[in-house]
């Protein structure tokens, strides 16, 4: 379910979804990485080398990214760097590996003389040493912004080009994403992602993101209106009371129909993955990240908790209907003449899985279930008629399954609305 087909209705981190396969779940709720003293002594040592007292203020910029699509341009981090320079007297140290030396040139180029380049000059311990000494790291999707969350060290991500933060952001609290206002809000579609997309993030967004993560006192932080963030979302993470990691919206802006199955695809995957849900920790955390919403227009929940329910309740009697013709073939399998028919069952599942894969299509809110249905089916093994039959009926009875769990946590998150939504009227109105 984090396929990159559908990712944007996936509110789980990957750590949070691995922890939901494993028998007992890790007391710990963040990464660690232990970090030694003589990688300590390395980095005091580093910092001396470039006139950096132990009492200055440190802001660590990593420039690169797996991908050119994922950076934010050398020219906005120098802006940023300016401005880390005038408002915190901050000293800039640019890391990377040797291969990225080229994007601190560009840096250098922008802004001279304000940041120390050191690419190539750490292992990934001393790396970690460096960050845990550090204010906080600015970054791209990148691996060094997860060692930094390990060490502790606070992570404001520009989230630009095909990244998805929800899924693979920095884990533990008190991290911030800052990320241009797509044309589909919450999307991370090809399509949508460009070059001209990349330096629309502008350097102050970026620095209100660090002001968020440095000055932050507990709680999180909530802005009901920001003139110098019309264009771009703030999210900062914290720990639901369903014990998993949340991004929640710093601006306050009106719900959508893809936060309300967003939400619900959260309750439903944590309900379907662990042997024990708990009913009240859901609905705490349903009602936490509600409250960081503000109203649509009039009705709206109550339009798309209806079409949303129908168009799941939909993929489910298709699945249904998978799992009445695979009986059917299980049934056959092993008489004497009945090849022909089961040859015929065989193609009426074909046909049922393209009618599917349209269904997703014309439901964009149903992808994540008929795209798993299809890998499933994909990833069918062996040569043994029975034991694949088999198989593909647990596949079509859990995608029944998990679409009518859809259809609960939908309703659930929009009754939940609607409770906070009155709750606020009548405090309103006295």
């Known amino acids: 379910f984090t396929s990159v087909f559908h990712r944007e209705y996936n509110d789980l981190n990957l750590c949070d979804i691995t922890r939901c396969f494993v028998d007992e779940t890790p007391e710990s709720r963040q990464l660690v990485f232990d970090v030694h003293d003589e990688d300590r002594a390395f980095v005091r040592v580093l910092l001396e080398e470039h006139g950096i007292a132990p009492d200055e203020y440190v802001a660590c910029l990593q420039l690169g990214a797996s991908e050119e699509s994922k950076r934010w341009p050398e020219s906005r ?9 005038e408002k915190r007297q ?17 840096f250098e180029k922008e802004a001279p ?21 550090a204010n906080v790291l600015v970054t791209n999707d990148t691996g060094t912004m997860h060692i930094a969350a390990a060490v502790g060290c606070p992570v404001a991500l520009v989230s630009v080009g095909y990244v998805h933060f929800r899924e693979t952001g920095p884990y533990g609290p008190g991290h911030c994403a800052v ?27 970026v620095l209100r993101a660090v002001d968020l993560v440095v000055e932050r006192e507990g709680g999180l932080p909530q802005l009901e209106k920001d003139a110098e963030l019309t264009d771009v979302d703030l999210f900062i993470t914290g720990f639901a009371p369903d014990g998993c990691l949340e991004w929640y919206p710093v601006v ?15 309750a439903m995957w944590l309900n379907y993955l662990w042997d024990n849900p708990q009913r009240e920790a859901e609905a705490q955390s349903i009602d936490c990240i509600l409250r960081r919403y503000a109203a649509p227009p009039d009705n709206s929940v109550e339009v798309w908790e209806r079409e949303e329910g129908k168009a799941f309740k939909g993929f489910s009697e298709l699945a249904q209907k998978g799992s009445r013709i695979t009986e059917r073939l299980l049934d056959l399998l092993g008489r004497e003449g009945s090849m ?11 046909a049922l899985d393209e009618e599917m894969r349209v ?16 890998y499933e089916r994909d990833n ?35 009754e939940a609305w609607e409770r906070l939504l009155a709750a606020f009227r009548r405090d309103a109105s006295r």
């Open 77 to 85: 981090f120098a802006e940023l760097g300016r401005l880390l320079v």
């Open 90 to 106: 901050a000293r800039l140290l640019l890391v990377g590996v040797a291969e990225e030396a080229g994007l601190g040139e560009a």
């Open 113 to 133: 003389g304000i940041a120390s380049r050191l690419y190539g000059q750490t292992t990934i311990p001393q790396l970690a040493a460096l960050l845990e000494r």
């Open 179 to 205: 990320e241009y206002r797509r044309p589909r809000l919450g999307s991370a579609e090809r399509e949508l992602v460009g070059a001209d997309e990349r330096g629309k993030v502008r350097a102050e967004q």
């Open 252 to 266: 306050r802006r009106p719900i959508t129909a893809m936060d309300l199955c967003r939400i619900a695809y959260r």
């Open 340 to 350: 022909r028919k089961a040859q015929e069952l065989v193609a009426q599942l074909m």
């Open 359 to 374: 269904y997703g299509e014309l439901h964009p809110s149903c992808r994540p279930l008929v795209r798993i249905a299809r």
């Open 380 to 414: 069918l093994e062996g040569a043994d008629p029975h034991l694949l039959a088999s198989r593909t009926l647990d596949i079509y009875r859990e995608s029944c399954k998990r679409a009518r769990l859809m259809r609960q946590k939908i309703e659930r998150v929009a």
